[in-house]
């Protein structure tokens, strides 16, 4: 428990992005928690006029549960900052950054947290040749919860070389990230700024009915089994979490963030490469960091204050002494 004090919460969710839907489910499920706390909320679907509601709205903090571009690239962390308005979750250089797969790998790597290998090729490139041995995984590079993703195998349906008019990423991204395939288990971990620090929520394995952990397998029911905690090697759990919290410290995460990994279970420890950090994980009813809370004793209203309250020791720590307008 937080022991906040009771607050004005503006909870940003929605906007124009590709996970749109997933983010009014997050906000829905914040604003119900806060308000079950006794917190005052003011939902804002976010538009072009979000600038002028949340003047209008003053919130003590906002509760930033947009999930994409703009909320999750620095866009609205810059506005927030102008505006001198407190937010949760990590800041603007640590949002742009994090975004980026390909720029977070190139941040983390020096401080020993291993990914895959792979480059940036332009989406033209891929007709005329592979950039990779098959198999091979192409991403866009700043999109989150797996939107745009390909495996490319030796018995694909999209052509080798893949073909112009194949269903894919190349036909919405200019240039993507192009890694190698790793084999193997689905494994997440999730970190929470307390008081008293960064808090490893321990570590997740997902095992999905069939091919990979995309977009539809994280946000539909009974698509995907959440073995919390993960039955993995002791080791392994430990090397996640470590890694989890060397990214959140390293990129500069706040409040919340969460690691994704594949592991090559037939390599141990060499087996295990870091996929990508999110600095703004879903807050659903299958999300995973509500799930991983539970686990480490904590419900759904507590995750939810805690980033609240980390944002106020961060911006505001006066209201979160007491100094929060509430019901006023």
């Known amino acids: 428990m937080t022991g906040l004090p009771k607050l004005h919460v503006a909870v940003l969710m929605g906007g124009w992005a590709n996970e749109r839907e997933v983010s009014l489910t997050s906000g ?18 976010m538009d072009r006029q979000v600038a002028a509601r949340l003047a209008a709205a003053a919130p003590d903090v906002v509760f930033n549960a947009l999930h994409g571009v703009p909320g999750e690239d620095g866009s609205v962390q ?48 891929i007709f005329e040749r592979d950039p990779l041995p098959r198999p091979y995984v192409l991403k866009p590079v700043n999109e989150g919860s797996s939107v745009g993703v390909a495996i490319v195998t030796d018995d694909s349906n999209y052509g080798n070389p893949i073909a112009r008019n194949a269903i894919g990423p190349w036909q919405d991204f200019v240039e993507l990230l192009a890694e190698p395939f790793i084999k193997g288990r689905e494994l997440t971990a999730g970190v929470l700024d307390t008081a008293e620090g960064a808090l490893a929520l321990g570590v997740t394995e997902l095992v999905i009915e069939s091919g990979f952990y995309d977009y539809e397998h994280k946000y539909t029911d009974g698509r995907t089994v959440h073995v919390c905690p993960a039955q993995i090697p002791p080791q392994i759990a430990a090397l996640c979490e470590h890694y989890a919290l060397t990214a959140h410290r390293v990129l500069g995460c706040r409040g919340v963030s969460r ?17 990508e950090t999110n600095t703004q994980p879903g807050m659903t009813p299958l ?3 509500p799930e991983q809370g539970r686990n480490a004793g904590m419900d759904y209203a507590d995750v939810v204050e805690a980033i609240v309250a980390d944002a106020l020791r961060r911006y505001a720590p006066d209201k979160l002494a007491g100094g929060g307008d509430g019901h006023d």
């Open 28 to 45: 829905k499920g914040v604003a119900d928690a806060l308000e079950s706390r006794g917190h005052r909320v003011t939902r804002i679907d």
């Open 78 to 125: 810059g506005m927030l900052d102008l505006m001198g308005i407190p937010y949760t979750h990590s800041g603007l250089a640590t949002s742009v950054i994090a975004i980026d797969k390909q720029l977070t790998k190139l941040v983390l790597q020096p401080h020993g947290v291993p990914f895959p290998g792979g480059r940036i090729v332009k989406s033209a490139e």
């Open 259 to 275: 690691t994704d990994f594949r592991w090559d279970d037939e390599l141990g420890e060499d087996g295990l490469f870091v996929l």
């Open 287 to 289: 999300s995973l960091v």
